[in-house]
């Protein structure tokens, strides 16, 4: 009877069991981040399929200043806000401004030529396929409520994938067949068969994928990680600190995203370069005339950034103007803030970054499919498969094996299916309260409510 109790067979019932209730909790969600994940591998192929009159430049590859181009959508559409403009990744593309309505309306995008500042026409992002799929993988369309969900179905497929591996992992006489399909199997058994090596060949890129992801997550990655490294000097570079304007804004406040590593980044004081006709309650205005723009363009291209820059349009007094480069190998990113005679504040390169913020960066390019090209898109794309694959499967044998309107969870008895011993599971909920805390205080709170019923069954038994 002891070799009843070796560690594979004592973990046994309790990996089957989370593995179980884990996958039932996180099967919605990592379809869902399966599915829209893929759609935004391709975001650019999509747009360019479905959008080629907005995507592309009819005027050829002519390049017109920053400037002109803004002057051009606020002529278009005079009673709104231009807050930002993207300069063409590559000669043939056309320019995106982003507007904000005067009467509070959705904001839009607009896409200019840039050979001769035509505006070609408008979109809301979120209207579209590659906005719509962005917007559900990040946060389900519901705000931070949906981002800590994700971010808690992300976690707990960590675990999914623990207990799944401990599940697969050969012993006695099945260590020949690990990584064989058993063509003898039927039914539920060659369902259970595709479940098991799907899961067996992609479990790394599965936890690659989580995570890389899990940076950008509103718990684990703004409120643990970033601030965590940043504190530590491994995030954006230590001496931002002595450039900010004191207003505690920053460069994702300004231009609605930012690399990673800057997120929260403060913005330098801009103490020059103001509009000596515009005041607000005694304080100038940046000025943001077509002619500032141009400076600012100008000196962006001195840096040799003469296109493929995100440049922000400040709006508040002391604001910067603030451009960066978001090429698809993280190496070649640049941070420039400027004023509106074009005297460049502050600059931040990839080399300036800390370790973890780099680390980071490294795994969102290769997350999103960027670094390697089409290559890194085909991986990931078939990592996105894989998932859908198991959550398919693993649906399929849980339906086929529950009695009608069961649950029909994992058992629990028996010599060969003991339960883990408590410091193992004591274990599991320090690392995971240390590493993702979200899902450790989630586990608190079901070994909690599991106590707290196993106790209500031992009183109704022996009340009965």
Request: aromatic share 10%; net charge positive; charged share 20%.
């Amino acid at each position: 009877m002891a070799a009843d109790r070796r560690p594979a067979a004592t973990g046994y019932a309790t990996a089957w069991r989370w593995h179980f209730y884990a996958g039932l909790f996180t099967a919605p969600f990592l379809l869902m981040l399966a599915v829209t994940g893929a759609i935004y591998l391709f975001n650019d192929e999509l747009n360019d399929r479905l959008y080629p009159q907005l995507r592309f430049a009819p005027g050829g590859d002519r390049i017109l200043p920053a400037g002109d181009l803004v002057a051009a959508v606020r002529d278009h559409y005079p009673d709104a806000t231009v807050t930002r403009i993207d300069m063409p990744v590559t000669p043939g593309r056309t320019a995106m401004a982003f507007v904000t309505p005067a009467a509070g309306g959705e904001p839009f995008r607009a896409f200019i030529d840039p050979a001769d500042a035509t505006v070609l026409g408008d979109l809301i992002y979120s209207h579209t396929l590659v906005g719509f799929a962005d917007r559900m993988h990040g946060s389900l369309l519901l705000g931070e409520g949906g981002d800590a969900l994700v971010e808690l179905a992300a976690s707990w497929a960590l675990v999914l994938v623990a207990s799944g591996l401990w599940l697969w992992w050969p012993r006695g006489r099945r260590k020949g067949r690990a990584f064989r399909f058993d063509r003898r199997r039927r039914g539920r058994g060659r369902w259970r068969e595709v479940h098991r090596l799907v899961g067996a060949y992609t479990a790394v890129m599965i936890v690659f994928l989580i995570v890389t992801g899990l940076p950008w997550a509103g718990f684990w990655g703004d409120r643990v990680l970033a601030p965590a490294s940043n504190a530590l000097g491994l995030g954006y570079p230590p001496e931002l600190r002595h450039h900010g304007g004191g207003d505690g804004k920053t460069l994702l406040d300004t231009l609605g995203e930012a690399p990673w590593a800057l997120l929260q980044a403060p913005l330098p004081d801009n103490g020059a370069g103001a509009d000596p006709h515009a005041h607000h309650h005694g304080g100038a205005l940046p000025d943001t005339r077509p002619a500032a723009i141009n400076r600012v363009h100008r000196a962006l291209a001195e840096r040799g950034l003469a296109y493929g820059y995100r440049l922000s349009i400040p709006a508040g007094a002391g604001e910067p103007y603030s451009a960066y480069t978001y090429p698809a190998r993280p190496q070649g990113q640049r941070t420039l803030h400027l004023d509106g005679e074009g005297k460049v504040l502050l600059e931040v390169g990839f080399d300036d970054y800390g370790a973890v913020a780099k680390a980071v960066e490294y795994g969102v390019a290769l997350h999103m499919g960027n670094y390697f090209g089409g290559i890194n898109q085909g991986l990931m794309l078939l990592t996105c498969v894989a998932i859908v694959a198991l959550v398919i499967t693993g649906v399929v044998m849980w339906w086929r094996r529950r009695p009608p309107g069961g649950l029909a969870p994992p058992p629990g008895g028996g010599p060969e299916r003991a339960p883990l011993p408590r410091r193992y599971l004591l274990a599991l909920l320090i690392t995971l309260l240390a590493l993702l805390p979200l899902a450790g205080a989630s586990l608190a709170v079901i070994l909690a409510l599991d106590a707290l019923w196993r106790r209500v069954q031992r009183a109704l038994a022996s009340a009965g």
